[in-house]
């Protein structure tokens, strides 16, 4: 196998190329000449017989880089149990610092993706630890040298991101964070001042939600460090994933932030631990990433303006835990909850272009003038351009909505990088559907260049597609059997030029109905084997948890934005099985607005949890209405339960009693309100979902 590679050396019109090779047993040159290169390396290399590189040209695992009719490099390595074991890594001495090991290791991981990573080892001595961090390696562990010096060898590891179990769950988890030395210190030895703090981050109800990271800097942060701390704080950070970033794309990132920085601090980076302040900002930007957690005052108060500016927070451990949910990678949210919240919503009005460079997207490159430009055509083309505005009258969304050739056009969609930046972009995404369905549009195609990095995130996770620079969405407006919807969602693709859906089947499992409804919102597959239960709320809980009635005192914040919810039971009695459908009955009376019993919502139940009482309620209070003394009262045995459900869609028209009597009757099902969950037939659950809907 033969790939080629042009490296920018030598002069601009003449760049030399690079060959890498994977020499046969008959490739007696090009064998020969790795040969003499490991043995004028043996020093650092160490002995390998001559046979081992014959023996490695029979099986694929020498890899040879040429430059010209010159071999210049090669890697030397063995496949074992889904692991690459690299032996030997030698560039010759006059093409060093010229990125020809970046291109054998990355080969590697290239050619052997289905392994797990690649395995090193170095002596601590040889002081090349920087190199191996440059090429995409973390430090795994040490263990003493075999040497009469006694020198350590570095184990060091380069992870091809298979899911394993210490994966997190990209589904659950709200906030990716890097963290500095002072964090990993605090985490490793005994009476430092902010130990507490750092240890927080991994309390019990942050797991699956918060998961920390490695970055380079770190990696080199650790490798700088004495024997001892070294191999304590090596251990300590092994359950923290390593995330790699593009080296050009970080360098670019890196010279901003000293562009940006130079005039608050002319003589920043003073020294080494500035510069590796520097790295720390630089490369969790380049790796996308939500935070950076550091107690470095210095550090926060240089870079966290122009850091906010590429969608990166630099926050305290304990900011961060308090914080966790208003940073959550949250799911879209109805937009009745908006209303019921310190945010309003209405109309750009003429002259208000210039409130709106808070959302301007730095990370994409955009301008000033390209903004005003965007947003005086939209104003010109008679879309509809609307912004979402903080109690204070800050702006911190904004999107505008055409509507053309039965498709719902999208061509701004912004959000500011503040503290619920993730969950607003969701609530957009999910206005959006609800714009298109009312407009009976079953499709959204998102044509912004520029959209935020948060709204794009929100995009993907609600099951849009990407061609060509433009997001596609479904809006299927179905209730019924699966071969009904499989047609909507074929004309639906016509629509929006796309390839037709895959075939859908009549009996297809919950999991699988569960899923497209929530990507093809807000079809309804009655032919699945996803259940529907019938739940009843107190209509004081129901004004809180789903905002009906409207209440005369607005929602928190946080809890009216957000889609995702939990509403706690006692766990007897009939036990929901996740995933399904919820319908909400709403009990008769209330302490403030009474109206009349009434079916007013479907939800998607995503998890039931039954756990003690103070673990359900540590785990979900962000996300639920009762306190914890509440929680307790309805534990039974020890353990309270906690329906976790999102996609919550209030009934236009709620449904009184009357009429749901009539129609179990008509359908099969409980003629009586429901006192705890209660199943019902997919017939009545679609007759009851039609008549909620009905305007």
């Not at 043995?39 to 490695?56: C, E, I, K, Q, V």
């Not at 794309?249 to 631990?273: G, W």
């Not at 790295?279 to 107690?295: C, K, P, R």
């Not at 359908?667 to 309100?673: E, I, L």
């Amino acid at each position: 196998m033969d790939t080629a590679y042009m490296l920018a050396m030598g002069s601009a019109d003449s760049p030399t190329s690079i060959h890498l090779v994977t020499p046969g047993p008959q490739d007696r040159e090009a064998i020969d000449a790795a040969i003499q290169l490991g043995n004028a390396a043996r020093a650092t290399l160490g002995h390998m017989p001559f046979s081992a590189y014959d023996d490695a040209a029979v099986k694929g695992t020498l890899l040879v880089a040429h430059a010209g009719e010159r071999v210049v490099g090669y890697a030397l390595f063995a496949l074992a149990r889904r692991r690459v074991r690299l032996s030997h890594l030698c560039v010759g001495p006059d093409w060093r610092g010229k990125g020809i090991a970046r291109l054998l290791v990355e080969r590697i991981s290239d050619l052997h993706q289905d392994h797990l990573g690649i395995a090193a080892r170095c002596r601590r001595d040889y002081r090349l630890g920087e190199m191996w961090i440059r090429l995409g390696f973390a430090q795994r562990g040490e263990r003493p040298g075999r040497g009469s010096s006694g020198e350590p060898l570095i184990d060091w590891w380069r992870d091809h991101d298979h899911p394993n179990l210490l994966s997190a769950d990209a589904d659950t988890v709200l906030v990716r964070a890097a963290i500095d030395m002072n964090v990993v210190r605090d985490l490793t030895e005994a009476g430092r001042t902010n130990a507490d703090e750092s240890h927080a981050l991994l309390a019990p109800h942050l797991v699956g939600l918060l998961e920390i990271v490695r970055t380079a800097a770190l990696n080199t942060e650790i490798d700088r460090l004495d024997s001892d701390l070294r191999a304590h704080c090596t251990d300590r950070v092994q359950t923290f994933p390593s995330v790699r970033s593009d080296p050009a794309a970080r360098a670019h990132i890196i010279d901003e932030l000293q562009r940006y920085t130079r005039p608050l601090d002319p003589a920043n980076p003073r020294d080494t631990q500035d510069l590796l302040d520097l790295q720390h900002v630089g490369d969790a930007i380049a790796a996308n990433l939500n935070v950076l957690v550091t107690n470095d005052q210095n550090l926060t108060r240089i870079y966290r303006e122009v850091a906010e500016r590429h969608g990166l927070r630099i926050m305290r451990p304990a900011d961060v835990v308090i914080h966790i949910d208003e940073l959550a990678h949250a799911e879209a949210y109805r937009p009745a909850s908006l209303l019921d919240t310190g945010y309003v919503e209405r109309r750009l009005r003429s002259g208000e272009n210039q409130t709106i460079e808070a959302l301007r997207n730095h990370r994409s490159g955009e301008r000033p003038r390209q903004l005003q430009g965007t947003l005086n055509k939209l104003a010109v083309s008679g879309a509809q351009r609307l912004g979402i505005y903080q109690s204070t009258g800050e702006l911190v969304a904004a999107y505008a909505i055409t509507e053309s050739s039965g498709v719902l056009r999208v061509p701004l969609l912004r959000v500011a990088n503040q503290p619920l930046a993730d969950t607003l972009a969701r609530q957009l995404l999910f206005r959006l559907r609800q714009s298109a369905r009312d407009a009976a549009l079953p499709m959204i195609q998102i044509t912004d260049p520029h959209m935020s990095r948060q709204a794009r995130l929100a995009a993907v996770d609600d099951g849009f597609q990407e061609t060509d620079g433009t997001l596609y969405g479904y809006t299927i407006a179905t209730v019924g059997p699966a071969a009904e919807v499989e047609r909507a969602a074929i004309s639906a693709a016509k629509i929006g030029g796309l390839p037709a859906p895959a075939p859908l089947r009549s009996g297809m499992p919950a999991v699988a109905a569960a899923e497209l409804e929530r990507i093809w919102w807000p079809i309804k597959i009655v032919d699945s084997e996803l259940p529907t239960y019938l739940i009843p709320i107190q209509q004081p809980f129901s004004s809180q948890l789903l905002g009906v009635p409207a209440s005369i005192f607005p929602r928190h914040d946080a809890l009216g934005v957000s889609r995702e919810h939990v509403y706690y039971r006692s766990p007897g009695g009939t036990r929901p099985q996740a995933p399904a459908r919820l319908l909400w009955y709403m009990s008769k009376g209330g302490t403030t607005t009474q109206q009349p019993a009434a079916i007013i919502a479907c939800s998607q139940l995503d998890a039931v949890v039954t756990a003690p009482p103070d673990d359900l309620y540590d785990r979900f209070q962000h996300l639920g209405v009762w306190d914890r003394n509440t929680v307790h009262r309805v534990a039974r045995n020890g353990h309270a339960q906690a329906l976790r459900f999102t996609n919550t869609e209030i009934f236009p028209r709620p449904i009184s009693r009357q009429t749901f009597r009539r129609l179990a009757a008509t359908h099969g099902g409980p003629a009586t309100a429901p006192q705890q969950p209660t199943r019902i037939t997919a017939a009545l659950f679609a007759a009851l979902y039609q008549e909620g809907r009905a305007r």
